[in-house]
């Protein structure tokens, strides 16, 4: 994002965690309340990082794994003659799939609570940045009027 | 189904697929090609025989779903679960490893097939070319600055519209089989009542679900996910869509249909958005959610809750399960990584019984229609055919546990539904009709609106 920016800039999705990073424009007339939202969505922003670029990695990894026990357990090769990489079909993935959800369940029960408090307050946060924002406007508006 | 099949999609899909699996790494093998490219032309197929189902169907109007007739519903289990978008299908894949993506490609494919976003089937369809540019663009960097222009897309995404359309038909439908004399205004005002309420459900259901949105296929381009709209103004959006919906029910049809919005609201929201992530149960509750919107639409017609209403509503929530089981079936890599707990990955043969179950269910539900005086006999013997036809393909899906016979299911569940309702309009068993047998006390036009206006 350009240096001379007055806003907020999103990205592409992370290629691990698949989430969008943002870059927060901090503002030099920045109020205490603005910048305690702005370190709020950056550390929300951080912990998502963190959480799902683990999870995913984990996921791939032990996809892999699973696959290349399985393609082992009946006989076969990683890769095929043709150099491609074997996969298993669908129903034997199902049994990874499952076996995942269930070893991951209580690590999303606790992401769940962390990340539904954070996007809470974040917008709660917003809420009041906004009002303290329109009421200042009105206030201008007010003297300019006077004025 | 047949007739429709022998549409030729437009040249410009086919050609996209084959411009995306250029641009990939992943080495296809022709024949997986080849299911991709049917895939697309059913998905086409599905739509074009959709928007003649919906003109044949409007009496009424049309978020989603994304996943039924689950109004409000979330992605997963309504009906009108929201299509995914083709440019989506580049941006997944570079991510992936190559044994993933033949499975990523299909459940995104599977997604696509979903009855929600029509919308987008049309814009894709429409922008062939530009979707190359559109993917390009995703990769950039782009400002938060809400544009007014691009407003009312995002909002219409932020509320899943097309699935708030379907869930309107489904209340009209409820108005409609109700055995009093049609009112104009009271229809249209249950019906906005109900989008109002619907949009917000789903706004709501979209801000609590970012980060787990952003990490599955089908629902990585949504408007918050994307940073095109603040989530302190999807909250706002979704307080001045409810607040008014809801008023709107209460006071300008009844507080019972009002009750019921605002119960629905708070189920999809509350209940079932993060029992998502907690328990197999969600598909129970989700049913519900769909279920409640005919039994709006007939209290508000009539001001009462009665079998007739239970029994519509009792038709909805059957349909849920075939059509959300068979549609997760091809999900189950996303919901896993997800951590979605879905019965297609952890109980899979529950997933195949329920639905199968709520197929013949449909049957007998069907039959007891002309019980209740809802509809005549002809209604149950017209039914049939549908009704077997999709235990069958419940019955093989039950049998095959496969993909195939998924998704014959779930493309059965997208018209079955429509024509079901359709059927039963017609069947229906004709208020001047009781009136002669003496079964309806005889109702003045100003009794009547006396007990829809309070």
């Given at each position: 994002?350009?240096a ?10 992370d290629?691990h965690s698949?989430?969008?990073p ?5 503002p030099?007339e ?8 702005r370190?709020a969505?950056?550390e929300a922003q951080?912990?998502?990082?963190r959480?799902?670029a683990?999870h ?5 990894q032990?996809k892999?794994e699973f696959?290349?026990?399985r393609?082992k357990?009946k ?11 074997a996969?298993?079909n ?5 049994d990874f ?6 070893k991951?369940l209580?690590?999303?029960l606790q992401?769940?609570r962390d990340?539904?408090k954070?996007n809470?307050?974040?917008?709660f946060?917003m809420?009041?940045?906004a009002?303290v924002?329109?009421l200042?406007?009105l206030?201008?508006r007010?003297k300019?009027?006077e004025q | 189904?047949s ?13 996209l697929?084959v411009w ?5 790494d992943?080495?296809q093998?022709p ?16 739509f074009?025989y959709?928007n003649f189902?919906k003109?044949m ?11 039924r007739?689950?109004?409000?519903s979330d992605p997963?289990?309504?009906p ?5 978008q ?8 570079h991510?992936?490893?190559p ?8 459940s ?8 929600g976003?029509l919308?987008?089937a049309?814009?894709?369809?429409d922008?062939?070319i ?12 782009k ?5 007014l222009?691009?407003?009312?897309g995002?909002l219409?995404?932020l509320?899943k519209?097309?699935l708030?359309?379907?869930v309107?038909?489904?209340t009209?439908a409820g108005?409609?089989m109700?055995?009093?004399p049609?009112?104009?205004t009271?229809f249209l005002?249950?019906s906005l009542g109900?989008?109002l ?6 706004s ?6 970012v ?15 994307r940073?095109?709209i ?5 909250v706002?959006?979704a ?8 008023a709107?029910?209460t006071l300008g049809?009844n ?8 119960f629905?609201i708070?189920l999809?929201?509350?209940?079932y958005?993060?029992?998502k ?12 959610v ?5 039994i709006?639409?007939?209290t508000?017609?009539t001001?009462s809750?009665?079998a ?8 909805l929530?059957?349909w849920?399960?075939p059509h959300?089981n068979a549609l997760?079936?091809?999900l ?8 979605y707990c ?11 019984r ?5 197929c013949?269910?449909?049957i007998?539900?069907s ?25 069958y393909?419940g ?13 014959k299911?779930?493309?059965c569940s ?5 024509m079901?309702?359709?059927?039963m ?5 004709s ?5 002669d047998?003496?079964d309806?006390p005889?109702?003045s ?7 829809r206006?309070p």
């Amino acid at each position: 994002p350009p240096a001379h920016s007055r806003c907020d800039w999103i990205g592409p999705p992370d290629r691990h965690s698949h989430l969008r990073p943002v870059i927060f424009y901090a503002p030099a007339e920045e109020s205490a309340l603005e910048r305690r939202l702005r370190e709020a969505r950056q550390e929300a922003q951080a912990s998502n990082q963190r959480f799902w670029a683990r999870h995913n990695r984990a996921f791939r990894q032990e996809k892999e794994e699973f696959i290349y026990s399985r393609l082992k357990a009946k006989g076969l090769e990683m890769r095929d003659e043709s150099g491609q990489k074997a996969t298993l079909n669908a129903e034997e993935m199902a049994d990874f799939y499952k076996d995942f959800l269930s070893k991951n369940l209580e690590k999303h029960l606790q992401y769940n609570r962390d990340w539904y408090k954070r996007n809470f307050r974040i917008t709660f946060l917003m809420g009041q940045v906004a009002l303290v924002r329109a009421l200042r406007w009105l206030r201008r508006r007010k003297k300019n009027v006077e004025q | 189904m047949s007739a429709a099949r022998r549409c030729r999609p437009p040249r410009a899909l086919a050609g996209l697929f084959v411009w995306h699996l250029r641009n990939t790494d992943v080495r296809q093998i022709p024949c997986q090609f080849m299911h991709l490219y049917h895939v697309a032309n059913d998905r086409l197929i599905t739509f074009q025989y959709f928007n003649f189902l919906k003109r044949m169907y409007v009496t009424q109007c049309n978020k989603d779903l994304s996943q039924r007739a689950k109004p409000k519903s979330d992605p997963i289990v309504s009906p009108f679960h929201e299509l995914q978008q083709l440019d989506q299908e580049k941006k997944v894949v570079h991510k992936i490893s190559p044994v993933s993506a033949v499975h990523q490609l299909w459940s995104e494919a599977s997604s696509r097939n979903k009855w929600g976003e029509l919308k987008s089937a049309a814009e894709t369809k429409d922008s062939g070319i530009p979707v190359g540019a559109e993917s390009k663009e995703d990769r950039r960097w782009k400002e938060m600055k809400l544009r007014l222009d691009d407003l009312p897309g995002i909002l219409a995404r932020l509320s899943k519209i097309k699935l708030t359309a379907l869930v309107v038909s489904t209340t009209s439908a409820g108005f409609a089989m109700a055995p009093v004399p049609f009112e104009l205004t009271c229809f249209l005002l249950a019906s906005l009542g109900t989008g109002l309420a619907s949009c917000a459900a789903n706004s709501i259901n979209q801000f609590f679900e970012v980060p787990f949105d952003s990490n599955m296929n089908r629902t990585k381009n949504r408007p918050l996910v994307r940073g095109q709209i603040s989530p302190l103004l999807a909250v706002c959006f979704a307080a001045s869509c409810g607040i008014p919906g809801i008023a709107l029910l209460t006071l300008g049809v009844n507080p019972l249909t009002g009750a019921l919005g605002a119960f629905n609201i708070f189920l999809y929201t509350c209940c079932y958005t993060p029992l998502k992530r907690m328990s197999i149960a969600n598909t129970w509750v989700g049913a519900v959610v769909g279920a409640i919107p005919p039994i709006m639409g007939w209290t508000a017609a009539t001001g009462s809750l009665d079998a007739g209403a239970l029994l519509l509503g009792g038709i909805l929530y059957s349909w849920q399960f075939p059509h959300f089981n068979a549609l997760s079936w091809g999900l189950r890599e996303d919901y896993s990584r997800g951590g979605y707990c879905m019965m297609s990955v952890t109980h899979p043969g529950l997933c195949r019984r329920v639905a199968l179950r709520h197929c013949l269910a449909l049957i007998g539900l069907s039959a007891v229609a002309p019980v209740l005086d809802i509809t005549t006999w002809t209604f149950p013997v017209v039914s049939l055919p549908i009704n077997l036809y999709i235990s069958y393909l419940g019955f093989r899906f039950y049998r095959d546990a496969d993909r195939s016979s998924s998704r014959k299911l779930f493309f059965c569940s997208l018209w079955h539904l429509p024509m079901l309702l359709l059927v039963m309009f017609t069947c229906k068993k004709s208020v001047l009709e009781k009136e002669d047998k003496g079964d309806l006390p005889r109702e003045s036009p100003e009794t009547a609106m006396e007990i829809r206006l309070p």
